[in-house]
């Protein structure tokens, strides 16, 4: 089973930057999409980037475009979220989940709330 641990949380000031890892450890398939998700105290889990590599597909949320940016290296089965300009409305726990197959959880418009698998998330917080 592939397990994923994300990592690169923090404590950063509204303006700064965080980069995110999410890894993946054994078998990793050819096909996949990795999704990045946030949930603030209180509010619902949010959709805020997917990447599926099978098609090229890429997605952000509105909230965060143009401020987040999600790149891999295949060769450490590692995915990453670039979060740039965070804004104190950013804090939140950040969960990376990825589906192992072609399913499409991940198109250019859309980001699907269930995934297959799923790590256990990492604490982001902006101070104002």
């Known amino acids: 089973e592939v397990q994923l641990v994300e990592s690169g949380g923090g404590l950063v000031q509204a303006g700064g930057s965080l980069r995110l890892s999410c890894a993946a450890s054994?078998?990793?398939?050819?096909?996949?999409?990795i999704g990045w998700f946030r949930q603030a105290p209180g509010k619902a889990r949010e959709g805020v980037s997917c990447?599926?590599?099978?098609?090229?597909?890429?997605y952000y949320a509105d909230s965060v475009k143009g401020r987040f940016t999600i790149s891999s290296d295949n060769a450490k089965n590692t995915v990453y979220l670039h979060l740039n300009n965070l804004e104190p409305e950013d804090t939140g726990v950040y969960y990376c989940?990825?589906?192992?197959?072609?399913?499409?959880?991940?198109?250019?418009?859309?980001?699907?709330?269930?995934?297959?698998?799923w790590g256990q998330g990492t604490q982001v917080t902006v101070s104002s």
């Open positions: 989940a990825a589906e192992w197959s072609t399913l499409a959880v991940c198109t250019n418009d859309y980001i699907h709330p269930s995934w297959g698998s």
């Open positions: 054994g078998f990793v398939p050819v096909d996949y999409a």
């Open positions: 990447f599926a590599n099978y098609d090229g597909s890429l």
